[in-house]
């Protein structure tokens, strides 16, 4: 899913409803920007960041894929 959004005066952007309902992002909701000069920027679910940072966790105690 792919959707234009306008920057605000304060650097501000909306994500979007459908994108909020399926990410399950609500107010008060962290999600993480995560950004490279040639890549641009993305941003994630906290749930989603949780589920990346244990995959480096797991990739770290089994950098050959043994298990």
């Known amino acids: 899913s792919m959707k234009?959004?306008?920057?605000?005066?304060?650097?501000?952007?909306v994500i979007p409803k459908d994108m909020r309902d399926m990410f399950n992002i609500n107010p008060g909701s962290t999600?993480?920007?995560l950004a490279d000069k040639e890549k641009g920027?993305?941003?994630?679910?906290?749930?989603g960041y949780i589920k990346f940072?244990?995959?480096i966790?797991?990739?770290?105690?089994?950098?050959?894929g043994d298990k």
């Open 57 to 64: 966790f797991d990739a770290q105690n089994d950098p050959l």
């Open 41 to 47: 920027i993305a941003i994630m679910s906290n749930d």
């Open 31 to 33: 999600v993480l920007l």
């Open 53 to 55: 940072a244990q995959a």
């Open 4 to 13: 234009g959004v306008k920057v605000g005066e304060k650097g501000q952007i």
